[in-house]
């Protein structure tokens, strides 16, 4: 193991950092874990062995929010080690971008992995994972990587994608809040864009501001954060195929 490593994930949902603090805690002795999606705040400069970055896929891509946050660091050759996580559709350009996000701000990317969590819209799509053989292929991907540094191996796999990228994922319809909201304010405290504002009377979703990222819907303690019903079914009617095709994780060393 690494003495020290630097865990930096942005996980609206949970999946994203579970994947990503599995990895890390296989990896190193100690981990520093810094949340990306916490509005408004700087990330700090990596003072670790050992960076791994965490992301989910977005349409295809990595979230701006995050994107923006991680050109904000000043790697100064720190090792790195890059992780998408997607619900079981493809992650197509997104762990290109990260790694091209990645390395221009310095950082030194050993390998890079794309793993599977269940889907943050359409949950019934890769249910249950990571589960424990996920994690077990995650843990053994940790031990891949320290074998690598071990050996002095400092190359940059080449990893799938294409630059350009694609579009940024068009969000059409942000969530909403049903009759059952107490206005707790919870959902607007994590959106990570500030996209939400709650009163006493209502709770408006700035649609431009929004990136679907299911954050508010995760954190409701009443289930009050919902999709717009003509959004949801048509969610589920493309992505309901792929509930029973289990898609493998893949690394890159």
Known sequence: MVQKS???YFSPTGGT????????????????????GVRDQTPEAPACDLAVFALPVFGGRIPAPAAEKLRSLHGSGTKAVTLVVYGNRAYDDALLELNHTVAA?????????????RHSIVPQVAAGRPDEADLKEIRDFAEKVLKKIAGGDSSTPAV???????????VA??????????????CAAVCPTGAIRVSETEV???LSNCILCMACTSVCPEKARVLPEALQSGMNQKLMPLKEIRRENEIFI
């Open 204 to 206: 408006v979703t700035e």
């Open 160 to 170: 799938p994608g294409n630059d350009p990228y694609k579009p940024e994922m068009q």
């Open 173 to 186: 319809a942000a969530p909403i809040s049903l009759e059952n909201c107490r206005h707790c304010g919870k």
């Open 17 to 36: 950092r579970r994947v990503g603090s599995a990895f890390a805690a296989a990896a190193a002795q100690s981990v520093r874990e810094l949340d990306l």
């Open 105 to 117: 701000a310095g950082f030194e990317i050993l390998a890079s992995g794309a793993f599977i969590a």
């Open 6 to 8: 630097a865990l930096y």
